[in-house]
């Protein structure tokens, strides 16, 4: 079982070493969004302080979105999903290694990145601490959740804008537990129950979404 | 053995076959001829389990293949219409991963023996993106040279190859029927293989 795991993801983060563009897209979205605030809204500290935690939430929410469409639909376009299917492997586990794979190439720079532009928009050390530790927490279940939408719009035409339909709508508790952690631990009510509820997402969904993604790709190989 | 009963098979609106019946038992190939649009395709990938049948049962050693799951996928190699070789992965990478997802290990002598075998042992760490379409066919027929699995389902293996890789090809089919295997195979092409060949017409 755990085979199958490392033989996945090693194989889709060699492929995304050789096509390194695909990542790295997300990656400098990400950035530039976040680092257009200051330009677009105003440069006072103050007000940048207060919005960072919702802009640096939304842009890794776009930016993964961005990332999703390509999750499957490479491996669909080569016939190695449909061989995928034909393994007398878990195809449900073939699923989560491809999007652990795919969390580890562009959840996990997010990150790394996050500190940064929290530094960036103003944000004090225990604010950055917490807005990091919720991107880290939350941006796996983005990927999880993300799969499932990036199964069913397999091979339809305009499957990008119709997975942000479908998937944007079921991020949005995520948002809020994310975003609301740092503004609660501001009005000193503590964080304990947004970092709880992270966790229970992220359980959650490590446990359903592959079961659903595959059925999902099933469906769409049709 | 394959059991195939009474299946019927629709795309869109348009009824493919129906009540087709027939069996495969071990030592046999059967050549699925038919017209373009004649369901050729559609009947291999419900064989495999890929297309859901609208009515009829695929029955693989005496039990529907839906409740086989894995198993059944362990004795099946499908190779369709699409090759399912990466462009970034070099042809050794490529059949590696792949012979290793179905759970068979090789060592690297073994798998550039088969590469070599089947023509493409000078290419074998070059990334596939700079292979022909008949290379690349290679790469993913290469897969044949190696695998246990009994029942093989080929579609249209011999599109892009030149003569002598067919000839490497249909001798390596007929090993396989000698051991036992079963082949269900769709070409336009004449199938020039000793051993059981039966064959199967669509009819549009």
């Not at chain 1, 103050?46 to 890794?60: D, H, K, N, S």
């Not at chain 2, 290793?100 to 090789?106: F, P, S, T, V």
Request: net charge neutral; hydrophobic share 50%.
């Amino acid at each position: 079982m755990f085979s199958v795991i490392t033989i996945m993801i090693r194989r889709d983060i060699l492929l995304a070493m050789r096509r390194p563009q695909d990542v790295m897209t997300s990656l400098f979205f990400f950035i530039i969004v976040v680092s257009l605030f200051p330009l677009g809204v105003s440069p006072e500290m103050e007000v940048l302080r207060g919005i960072a935690p919702g802009v640096i939430w939304v842009a890794a929410l776009l930016a993964t979105m961005l990332s999703l469409g390509s999750l499957f639909s490479a491996d669909y376009q080569d016939g190695t999903l449909e061989q995928m299917i034909l393994m007398p492997q878990s195809l449900a586990l073939m699923v989560l290694s491809k999007v652990t794979a795919h969390w580890m190439l562009t959840g996990l720079p997010l990150v790394v990145l996050t500190p940064l532009l929290g530094l960036l928009l103003g944000l004090g050390g225990e604010e950055i601490k917490v807005l990091t530790l919720t991107i880290l927490l939350g941006t796996p279940v983005l990927s999880l959740i993300g799969s499932i939408g990036a199964a069913l719009t397999l091979g339809v035409r305009g499957g990008g804008v119709l997975l942000s339909l479908l998937i944007l709508p079921l991020f949005v508790p995520i948002l809020i537990f994310g975003t609301g952690a740092v503004s609660s631990m501001n009005a000193g009510t503590g964080t304990e129950a947004h970092f709880s509820l992270l966790g229970a997402f992220l359980v959650l969904s490590l446990l359903l979404t592959p079961w659903a993604s595959a059925a999902a790709l099933k469906i769409s190989m049709e | 053995m394959l059991d195939i009963l009474d299946l019927e098979c629709v795309r869109g609106d348009h009824l493919l076959f129906t009540g087709l019946r027939f069996s495969l038992k071990p030592g046999e190939l059967l050549h699925v001829k038919g017209a373009n649009g004649s369901g050729k395709t559609t009947l291999l990938r419900t064989v495999c389990g890929l297309s859901q049948a609208e009515r009829g049962a695929v029955h693989w050693d005496g039990s529907p293949i839906r409740k086989q799951g894995e198993y059944f996928r362990g004795e099946l190699t499908y190779i369709g219409h699409h090759n399912g070789v990466k462009e970034d992965l070099t042809v050794l990478e490529n059949l590696r991963i792949t012979m290793m997802l179905a759970g068979q290990l090789y060592s690297d002598e073994v798998l550039i023996g088969a590469l070599t075998q089947i023509g493409l042992g000078e290419r074998i760490d070059l990334p596939a993106k700079s292979l022909s379409q008949g290379q690349r066919r290679r790469v993913a027929l290469a897969r044949l040279l190696l695998t246990q699995t009994k029942l093989w389902i080929l579609d249209e293996p011999y599109t892009a190859l030149d003569v002598a890789v067919i000839q490497v090809l249909q001798q390596v089919i007929a090993e396989h029927l000698q051991r036992g295997g079963m082949v269900l195979l769709t070409t336009h092409q004449d199938v020039d293989i000793e051993g059981v060949v039966k064959q199967l017409m669509l009819s549009t």
